[in-house]
């Protein structure tokens, strides 16, 4: 699958967006992600025993600062080789042993372009 370079730039510009208010669109990720799957909450250890999304929880920050520059780096992958290679071999294991399965995936894709909306 290639990726164009406007696309490349699309994705780029939104991180930019996202890291000039990293604890608001933090929040506003989360949230959307809550929104539509409630009892995902208990596989993020930093909502684990929180009353909502909290904010300024550098947990939760740290959290979505990595999903949003996987993103980015995804899309960096996809236009200079047509494919995406993990760096972070651990990854999948810390998700299985989550209990992440395939439909978690479309949710946190659902989460991101909504909070991608909301920041451009």
Do not use: W
């Not at 972070?88 to 989550?98: E, Y």
């Amino acid at each position: 699958m290639g990726f164009t370079e406007g696309q490349e730039a699309l994705v780029n510009g939104s991180f930019e967006v996202f890291n000039q208010n990293i604890p608001h669109y933090s929040v506003l990720f989360y949230t959307f992600i809550l929104e539509k799957a409630p009892a995902a909450k208990n596989m993020f250890s930093f909502l684990k025993d929180s009353a909502g999304v909290p904010k300024d929880n550098p947990n939760l920050q740290a959290h979505a600062t990595q999903v949003f520059g996987m993103v980015r780096d995804a899309a960096s992958q996809l236009r200079a080789k047509g494919e995406v290679t993990l760096t972070n071999a651990s990854l999948g294991g810390v998700h299985v042993q989550n209990g992440v399965v395939d439909p978690h995936f479309e949710v946190v894709k659902e989460a991101l372009l909504k909070t991608i909306k909301e920041a451009t």
